[in-house]
């Protein structure tokens, strides 16, 4: 009976030693049932998705960025550091072996005053285990994995990311190359006009004010085409440094009205929840924020633990070899706190703290990918419409540039009319090329949104 006592005395003095748990925040997240835009019936989102544009050179480009850009090699360096930190944390569940040997020579003073020289030759081999009956070290062990889990979600965010900004460089590229076709093929068309002025002038059938607004807009188209030109190297400098390449030229493939526009079946809203990586890499967080608090409460209970020591001992190397005195000793410890001036309490409140801001922190996450995928959904519906209007104008305005072409060369109305046809032209030409390329970023940035096809399951890079 008495030691039935005792042993019930143990065990409520060591629940007594654990810290209390304190209570995760209440949560505030409500997941939407449905989408509010819909961008139609499509295809589900693929890892390499950026190959839906149809574009070789697109891909060679977003693969390098992966294979070369400085973030996601350094996001590598950080999955290799945080295994490494697993196996530190593994480290203190297994036994720890050490030998040594300790060679010395003194020379101390007789009884008599006389010199007296000896050598003492010392072997030894020593083990420690430290006991886990309470699992705390295999808490923190449990903290570390999941740290790495979340850094490998980390690195498919990144990883995701740069692909994404890769293909939207690249689509803005191709933009400002069309733009630059326009410019040119404008100007050619603008210095036709200022040679017919020219003609009419000369002969006496128009007035310099005419000649001298044709020469004004053929100076206003000139100078789009070195502003394109400098927009388009330095668009090219961007993606060679995102990709991890020196400045220079970037190879070219499809032209910006021969680039597909990919389908892209945009599902519930739930799935974000299993496919962006940045979602997952906060989840993971809050798992691992949880572990370590787990691990600090841990901290008040006793830690035990083994030893053991086998050693040789001579005066000379022959006879350590040879017959040596054996010296053995097995012991055991138990540590348990007993007065930190709460150390121990306020480190777990830091472990709770962290713990309740990494939950605060995946609810931002999940919300930020709700709003960025309603935000990509609607440019994908809404610049397909205002492309749709765009294209409408522009066959509006190039039939009214023809008739008033005409109408000027054979003498029925003034310059300035054609003048104002062709300005019109060149903006509806100039809008339809930029909506075209902003309406295809808008499907990088819903691929952005929904993931990328990331696969959680696989560490699938996205």
Request: glycine share 6%; net charge positive.
């Amino acid at each position: 009976m008495k030691r039935r006592l005792a042993l019930g005395a143990c065990a409520a003095l060591l629940a007594g030693c654990r810290i209390p748990v304190q209570p995760p925040p209440q949560p505030t997240l409500v997941v939407p049932a449905a989408w509010r835009g819909n961008v139609g019936p499509g295809a589900a989102v693929e890892r390499d998705w950026w190959r839906a544009f149809g574009d070789p050179a697109l891909d060679r480009i977003v693969a390098q960025a992966l294979e070369r850009n400085n973030d996601v090699r350094t996001a590598q360096a950080r999955l290799r550091e945080y295994r490494a930190r697993i196996q530190v944390a593994r480290s203190a569940q297994e036994p720890n072996l050490s030998v040594g040997f300790s060679p010395a020579r003194a020379r101390a003073i007789g009884p008599f005053g006389t010199p007296i020289d000896s050598t003492v030759m010392q072997g030894s081999f020593q083990a420690a285990y430290e006991l886990d009956p309470f699992g705390r070290l295999a808490g923190v062990t449990e903290a570390a994995r999941f740290d790495y889990a979340a850094q490998q979600a980390a690195f498919d965010a990144t990883a995701l990311s740069v692909a994404a900004n890769a293909a939207t460089g690249y689509l803005n590229l191709r933009g400002l190359d069309a733009q630059l076709a326009l410019a040119r093929a404008t100007l050619a068309s603008r210095q036709r006009s200022l040679a017919l002025a020219r003609r009419q002038f000369e002969v006496g059938y128009s007035s310099r004010l005419e000649l001298s607004q044709a020469e004004a807009e053929y100076r206003a188209t000139a100078a789009v085409v070195p502003q394109l030109e400098r927009s388009i190297t330095q668009q090219e400098n961007a993606l060679d440094v995102l990709a991890g390449a020196n400045p220079g030229p970037v190879e070219r493939g499809a032209d910006l009205a021969n680039l597909n526009a990919p389908p892209i079946q945009p599902g519930l809203p739930s799935d974000l929840l299993r496919r962006r990586p940045d979602v997952a890499s906060a989840e993971r967080a809050v798992a691992a924020a949880d572990a370590s608090l787990a691990a600090a409460r841990d901290q008040m209970l006793p830690s035990l633990r083994l030893t053991a020591s086998l050693g040789a001992y001579e005066h000379d190397l022959p006879a350590l070899l040879s017959s040596p005195t054996t010296l053995w000793s097995v012991g055991g410890s138990v540590l348990a706190p007993l007065f930190d001036a709460g150390r121990l309490r306020a480190q777990a409140d830091i472990s709770a703290s962290l713990r309740d801001r990494a939950v605060f922190a995946y609810e931002a996450a999940v919300r930020n990918a709700f709003a960025d995928t309603e935000n990509a959904l609607t440019a994908v519906q809404r610049l397909r419409e205002q492309l749709d209007e765009a294209e409408a104008r522009r066959v509006a305005t190039k039939e009214v540039l023809r008739i008033a072409h005409n109408r000027y060369r054979n003498g029925y109305s003034s310059y300035l009319e054609e003048l104002d046809a062709q300005r019109n032209a060149f903006s509806a030409e100039t809008g339809v090329l930029q909506l075209r390329a902003a309406w295809l970023q808008a499907h990088v940035d819903l691929y952005r949104a929904l993931g990328g096809g990331w696969a959680p399951a696989g560490g699938t890079r996205g």
